[in-house]
């Protein structure tokens, strides 16, 4: 069975640090994965997305992840975070053009 | 481009009441559209796949008879939340695809329904 794991709930980092959000994937097909962000009482924001080619994929707002097939990973970084980036992040497996989710990870950015 | 919204975005309503919820895709046509239900501090949970045209389908767990869902054209898909309970209480997403980008979705504003 497919399956997206996060491991951290909830990542606390100081403004202007780097850093990285660990997802996990579980799949026995071909993978194309997704990283999300909630805003409080949002919808979600697609982040980038890895569906083929290169391993490094490039997003919006500075974000960046890359896909690691031997490690089943697709961790996202950011090397300079901001305030406007505390919010909820979710990773996700498309499995069958349906979404599986993470639980989500909540980065809190502290001044 | 690929702009999704959902209307009404919160909505109360006495126990025993329906509730209609509205998924419009804006600047494209959507050809499958996704009902999630997520609760405070977490995931999203797929409810159900609507396909223009067609009956929905449901996840295990979920009552068919309890959420109604209607794709009744390309730019609009409703989710009805019949006879509320306070169990059904939740922030409900939707999300669109359409005909071309077959792997993403587009995700709308959400509803926050809060029945009483």
Same mark, same amino acid.
């Given at each position: ?12 980092? %100081? ?51 890359? %896909? ?44 | ?56 389908? +449901? ?32 922030? +409900? ?12 979705? +587009? ?10």
């Amino acid at each position: 069975a497919q399956s997206v794991t996060q491991l951290d709930s909830q990542v606390p980092v %100081f403004e202007e640090a780097p850093v990285e959000l660990r997802c996990n994937y579980s799949s026995s097909v071909s993978v194309y994965l997704f990283w999300y962000v909630q805003y409080p009482n949002q919808g979600l924001q697609l982040l980038l997305k890895y569906l083929s080619g290169s391993t490094l994929v490039k997003g919006i707002n500075g974000f960046e992840a890359e %896909f690691n097939k031997s490690q089943t990973s697709f961790h996202l970084r950011k090397p300079s975070v901001h305030i406007s980036d505390t919010a909820e992040y979710f990773c996700a497996l498309d499995s069958s053009y349906k979404l599986i989710f993470g639980s989500g990870t909540r980065l809190l950015v502290r001044p | 481009g690929a702009v999704v919204s959902q209307h009404p975005s919160r909505v109360i309503c006495k126990s025993g009441t329906s509730v209609k919820i509205e998924c419009r895709s804006l600047d494209f046509q959507a050809t499958t559209m996704f009902w999630y239900r997520q609760f405070p501090k977490q995931s999203l949970m797929l409810m159900a796949t609507s396909n223009e045209g067609s009956k929905a389908t +449901y996840e295990q767990g979920v009552e068919k008879d309890k959420f109604l869902i209607n794709h009744a054209s390309l730019t609009l898909s409703t989710l009805t939340v019949t006879s509320a309970h306070p169990e059904d209480s939740s922030f +409900y997403i939707c999300s669109a695809k359409g005909q071309v980008a077959l792997r993403e979705q +587009y995700f709308g504003p959400g509803t926050r329904l809060t029945v009483t």
